[in-house]
């Protein structure tokens, strides 16, 4: 590999990484020595990449610092295409039209050579067989009330049919082919729970912060999840 492919290849590592990375282990992604990643975090921090850390402990790159879209791949510039083509087939409105956009952006900014794969991709997902219907809730409002982690009250109606009314902690639109998920804390049953927004009744946009952050959530409903080791 490059030495310029491989700075390259630190950063992407860095950025996906939750938390600090070892030298060890970012050496290790890239099949490369500890040495030589030491030294090329030494280049990068000498160039002013905002990188903290030290050896033995771990590295992180701070937010906000980004790299010119024109070093995207061809197989990235695939990926967010596949990716905008499922959001505009199964997302809600407000979501699918923003992948629309996405895919003009991304045209604008890369080069010539890798325009073609935007404009004549060569990956594709099969045309949708029905768009489910979300009811009459607002499913751009959900994620809102989501991000700014306030209160909802709503009125449901499972599978049977049976109505409820409960006021939960929204924190993540799932979108699975054809449905679309409200995951949230529910305060009547003091667990997480699963609302199909197709079986939303009615919904109270509450002004009333939760008092959990959400990223907080989402890390206790992932871990509930995980199959417990035997």
């Not at 939303?200 to 008092?211: E, N, Q």
């Amino acid at each position: 590999m490059r030495r310029a492919d491989r700075l390259f290849e630190i950063l992407q590592v860095l950025r996906r990484a939750k938390g600090p990375m070892t030298a060890s282990s970012i050496a290790e992604q890239l099949e490369t020595s500890q040495r030589t990643v030491y030294r090329d975090l030494a280049a990068l921090m000498s160039r002013r990449v905002p990188i903290r850390g030290e050896a033995g402990v771990g590295y992180v790159l701070e937010r906000g610092f980004d790299l010119p879209p024109l070093m995207l791949t061809p197989s990235e510039v695939e990926a967010v295409v596949l990716g905008a083509q499922w959001v505009a087939a199964n997302a809600d409105k407000t979501l699918s039209a923003a992948a629309g956009d996405v895919l003009a952006k991304v045209a604008a900014i890369v080069p010539k050579h890798l325009r073609e794969l935007v404009d004549d991709p060569v990956v594709g997902i099969p045309p949708p067989s029905q768009r489910q219907p979300d009811g009459t809730v607002d499913v751009g409002r959900l994620r809102e009330w989501s991000r700014k982690q306030l209160k909802l009250h709503i009125h449901y109606a499972d599978a049977e049919g049976t109505m409820s009314q409960r006021t939960v902690w929204p924190f993540l639109v799932g979108y699975v082919t054809g449905v679309r998920v409200l995951i949230a804390w529910c305060e009547l049953r003091r667990d997480f729970r699963y609302f199909r927004t197709e079986r939303l009744l009615s919904v109270d946009f509450l002004d009333a912060p939760y008092p959990e952050r959400r990223s907080a959530l989402r890390r206790r409903w992932e871990a509930q999840r995980r199959p417990s080791k035997t």
